[in-house]
């Protein structure tokens, strides 16, 4: 069986329009048990990558491939690819249909991808996975915090059993305290179900303590990757550089 992998493998993206590609052979992988931080300035070309590892969006050179196969381009053919790679977002109430509880939010995902078993046991071990009380899912998400709201986004994406997520930004919507329990949790689901992380993030004392490697992008290439430890520690490239001098601290913990 080929191994639980997503991959870029040097693409490049231009939107339609654009004139010049906001990403230019960038290459990323990320496995199951396995943690990637992506990191860069604002307009780095960050989200434009995501987009092309959740099939989003196309190419416009290179390939991204899931288990060594490409990404399937029919919605019908996509929904395994769906329910073992789960995407959490940097925005959770945002994300959340406010016309809905818990409960409903974090089943959708199973019947939208045609999930089997029993969907009310797989939405309270989501829930408690993710340490919030069942009594939350009959609430609705302009009755929860910050910090609930972002739980809640996490428990929807566990809800499948997926390998591997992808996390864009999911610490910018949280108070500093909050924001080390978050880590904390996803590194315990890292470790205890062997899930990949993939963490989109500007936050580099959140990417030190929970990535093996890291991918700088800048101007929409990846100028710089490797042990995470060493390269926020050595950096090479200026980039690299000017995002640690401006980060205040790298050990993961908020000052």
Do not use: I, N
């Not at 016309?99 to 969907?119: I, Q, S, W």
Request: net charge positive; charged share 25%; hydrophobic share 40%.
């Amino acid at each position: 069986m080929s191994a639980a992998e997503l991959r870029a493998a040097r693409v490049s993206a231009r939107p339609r329009g654009a004139h010049r590609d906001v990403l230019v052979d960038v290459d990323l992988a990320v496995a199951a048990g396995t943690t990637v931080g992506l990191v860069g300035r604002s307009g780095a070309g960050k989200s434009t990558l995501v987009r092309l590892l959740l099939g989003l969006e196309q190419p416009s050179s290179g390939a991204v491939t899931w288990q060594d196969a490409h990404l399937p381009t029919r919605r019908a053919d996509r929904r395994g690819f769906r329910r073992a790679v789960q995407y959490v977002p940097q925005d959770p109430l945002g994300s959340l249909d406010p016309r809905h509880d818990v409960d409903h939010l974090v089943r959708e995902p199973l019947r939208c991808l045609g999930v089997a078993g029993d969907h009310r046991q797989r939405v309270a071990a989501a829930l408690a996975a993710v340490d919030l009380d069942p009594s939350l899912g009959r609430r609705r998400p302009r009755e929860l915090s910050g910090g609930q709201a972002q739980r809640v986004a996490v428990a929807r994406a566990l809800a499948t059993g997926p390998s591997l997520l992808v996390a864009d930004e999911p610490l910018s919507a949280v108070d500093r305290p909050l924001r080390d329990e978050l880590v904390d949790l996803l590194s315990r689901l890292h470790h205890e179900r062997g899930l990949g992380l993939l963490l989109v993030s500007h936050d580099l004392g959140a990417v030190a303590r929970l990535c093996g490697t890291t991918v700088v992008l800048d101007a929409g290439r990846a100028v710089e990757s490797g042990a995470t430890d060493q390269l926020l520690h050595e950096p090479r490239h200026p980039a690299t550089r000017a995002l640690v001098e401006a980060a205040p601290r790298l050990d993961g913990r908020a000052a």
